[in-house]
């Protein structure tokens, strides 16, 4: 159950940190496991909602005619995701879910931050009776599962949520419990580098019947590029492993150190979220890295053939995706939208789910999920 914002306030974030720990430790010994092996087993019940740990088993491909620089390797790979829902609303056949696509420098955290129920926005619209898919994309080093960096790319990461999509449709996935739901309407949420992929996603494969797009526009600020800039110059002239000096080859970090960071992605966050969200970040693999310019360029030319309703919505202190890049996308890149819905948070950064505005991004994206029946 999220803590109410104003005891969180009297509290202070890093209490608030402590104690939904132990809300955690408790509603994981009513299932009478630890939470790891709730995460590995099944289903993890916290308050109303429930969590269901789901694997899609995928192909790394790219068929959406956007070239990469590195094409991927055609291989067959598990993608880890994780359901989190109203408990009613997990049956064989489910209504609808949104499946959301984390951008550069995160995994699924950025929209389920179990550490801190009050800006964990799955559960929070749980809450509110709408089922989310959270994912770790293939090739992020939470999971060790592709080889190289340089073997996949942003256009592959488009042709993977797609077939996603399909696979939520037939159920063809597995999940770590006895319900394997079957979703009849898939919604398509996409946050900076994700949402990109979402646009890419929906502009080819027309996957979903609605798509939002957040803190994501075709005019990336002059600290966008040189930071994606900085870290294509580190996977040509001195790539990382995944993890430290573990984890696989040809990885880098999208902002060099933690303050180049912060100042792209925070405005106006709790010290303490702050330093959570910077310990929990995590490095790139390189072929996503080197493929955004790619990406960007399809995204320009591709998102007027999206034809279903779409929300853009960013924060006015987005250092990567600032002031007027919003208000021309919406004149230009969605002309085939039937419904296009525009949101400008005030004092409001790039880490939208993570600023003291967040209730307010997810008070939003309740409303507009429940417009467009999800």
Known sequence: ????????????????????????????????????????????VVGSAVEIPVKFTVVNRNTTGIPCQTEPDGKTYTVHANLVAPRDLVRASSPAVTMYLHGLGYSSFFFHLTEVPEYDYALNQATQGHVSLVIDRLGNPAHDDLPDGMATCL????????QIADALRAGNYKAGGNVLPRFGRV?????????????LTQAIFGSAEALAVIGYTHYPST??????????????T??????????????????????????????????AVAELVLRKRNRDACGDLLSATQGYLATNLMT???????????????????????EFQVQTAYPQAPRLSFVQLEATGHAITFGRTAEKFRSIMAQWLAENQA
């Open 1 to 44: 159950m999220p803590i109410p914002t104003s005891r969180a306030r009297r509290w202070g974030a890093t209490l608030r940190i402590a104690l939904a720990g132990a809300l955690t430790a408790t509603a994981v010994a009513a299932l009478g496991s630890s939470p790891a092996t709730a995460a590995a087993n099944g289903p993890a």
């Open 155 to 162: 256009p592959a990461q488009a042709d993977i949520a797609d």
């Open 187 to 199: 919604i398509l949420a996409g946050h900076s580098a994700g949402g990109l992929i979402a646009e």
């Open 223 to 236: 600290l966008a590029l040189q930071t994606l800039f900085a870290s294509g110059q580190d996977c040509l």
């Open 238 to 271: 001195a790539p990382q492993h995944a993890r430290g000096d573990a984890g696989a080859p040809n990885y880098a970090p999208f902002g060099r150190t933690d303050a180049e960071f912060a100042a792209a992605h925070f405005h106006d966050v709790e010290s």
């Open 304 to 326: 007027p053939a999206i034809n279903v309703p779409t929300l853009l919505i960013l924060g006015t202190k987005d250092a990567l995706f600032p002031p007027p890049g919003p």
